[in-house]
């Protein structure tokens, strides 16, 4: 975890304060949320603080209501039963450090560790279960508003799920617009969130959907039709974000292009099920069902990470492929309008 330093003390007793983000690793499997003010032990190495001791000193209120709130929950969907719950409390909740569950290991090795992470697609489905539920007009707009809320509250300010959350709170913007002003919002109300590597994976990936996906989805519909709408989107970001997974890994998947819709619809799947066990309870069909979408993606993830991953040729050859629908309807076209002027002159 990464925690905001107060003051620090050496083993000889001198102290003093201390600023700045530090990033933190230990072996405790309670989650400590943020707000909460600890006290650790332990020792500085490559950067990083390994804690040995951990105490809590404080919670707040709020932190004490979310707790409760989620603990109340976890219940009800009787959490860390299966893994089929497993997924679907991590889908919800976010709470994948208790999770025993290989899911989260196997989707990073296919490319697809983002369909995990809490973010838009999430706050999506609430709001398309409320308009669905109470409509389109203000009781809906309304009751999504609330949920979202409520959402971001229990699953904690997360750099992902705020950046979806402010955009959804903005959608009355135009999208190019809306994009710059969450980025402004996040920075200025929560500069903590922006630290975060996920922050901007995030932001790489919205910008590629918004700014790119739609000129390719275009240019492949020429040549596929509507199956270019499941894959521009992955291709997009892959465009963008390959570099940076180079950079920090040395490699990126570029099964992740066909894994990601796929896997995107049955985590969808997951968390609309956990929904329904949480207001109806463990009904055998919901349990049925929920355990087979589990075993699903994770056949998804199995056979989409058995494939090679790649380098930086793999990635050249990536972008020759997106450019390629472009040269060629860009020959079609040209070819097209000289015939047609030759016509014209003729006529």
Same mark, same amino acid.
């Given at each position: 975890?990464?925690i905001m ?7 000889a ?9 530090v ?10 949320s943020?707000g ?5 032990e332990?020792r500085?190495?490559?950067g990083?603080?390994?804690?040995d ?11 004490e209501?979310?707790e ?10 009787s ?10 409390t991590m889908?919800?909740?976010?709470r994948s ?7 989260r ?15 838009g697609?999430?706050l999506?489905?609430i ?9 389109k ?9 609330l ?10 300010p ?6 979806a ?6 959608s009355?913007?135009?999208m190019?617009?809306?994009i ?24 790489v990936?919205v910008?590629?959907i ?5 000129y390719?989805r +275009?240019?492949?519909?020429? %040549?596929?039709?509507?199956?270019s709408?499941?894959? =521009?989107a992955?291709?997009?970001v #892959? *465009? $963008?974000?390959?570099?940076?997974q180079m950079f ?19 985590a ?10 949480l207001?109806?309870?463990?009904i ?8 087979n979408v589990?075993? +699903?993606?994770?056949?998804? %993830? ?7 991953? =790649?380098g930086?040729w793999g990635? #050249? *050859? $990536?972008?020759?492929l ?6 060629a309807?860009?020959?079609?076209r ?10 014209m002159?003729?006529?």
């Amino acid at each position: 975890m990464k925690i905001m330093l107060c003051g620090c003390s050496t083993l000889a007793g001198d102290s003093c304060g201390a600023s700045g983000i530090v990033t933190v690793v230990g072996n405790r499997r309670e989650i400590i949320s943020f707000g909460t003010v600890v006290h650790l032990e332990g020792r500085f190495s490559d950067g990083l603080f390994i804690y040995d001791k951990i105490n809590v000193l404080g919670r707040g209120w709020i932190n004490e209501i979310r707790e409760y709130l989620i603990s109340r929950l976890q219940y009800r969907l009787s959490f860390d039963s299966d893994d089929a719950s497993v997924l679907s409390t991590m889908l919800l909740f976010g709470r994948s450090d208790y999770a025993q569950s290989s899911i989260r290991e196997m989707a990073q090795g296919c490319g697809c560790s983002h369909i995990l992470a809490l973010s838009g697609m999430h706050l999506g489905i609430i709001a398309t279960l409320c308009t669905r539920v109470f409509g389109k007009k203000a009781l809906g707009k309304a009751v999504s508003f609330l949920l979202v809320f409520l959402f971001v509250f229990i699953a904690g300010p997360r750099p992902s799920l705020l950046r979806a959350a402010l955009a959804f709170y903005l959608s009355s913007f135009q999208m190019e617009g809306r994009i710059f002003a969450v980025f402004l919002l996040q920075m200025i109300l929560f500069p903590f969130s922006m630290v975060e590597l996920g922050c901007c994976y995030g932001y790489v990936a919205v910008f590629a959907i918004v700014c790119i996906s739609p000129y390719i989805r +275009a240019t492949l519909f020429q %040549f596929s039709g509507k199956l270019s709408g499941l894959f =521009s989107a992955s291709v997009s970001v #892959l *465009v $963008l974000s390959a570099p940076i997974q180079m950079f920090l890994t040395g490699k990126w998947y570029p099964a992740a292009i066909i894994a990601s819709p796929i896997a995107g619809f049955l985590a969808a799947c997951s968390m609309v099920l956990g929904m329904l066990l949480l207001a109806f309870g463990r009904i055998g069909i919901l349990v049925w069902l929920n355990a087979n979408v589990y075993s +699903a993606l994770e056949k998804v %993830f199995t056979f989409f990470g058995s494939l090679p991953s =790649s380098g930086w040729w793999g990635y #050249l *050859v $990536l972008l020759s492929l997106v450019a390629l629908p472009f040269v060629a309807l860009g020959i079609v076209r040209r070819f097209m309008f000289k015939r047609y002027k030759g016509s014209m002159s003729r006529a």
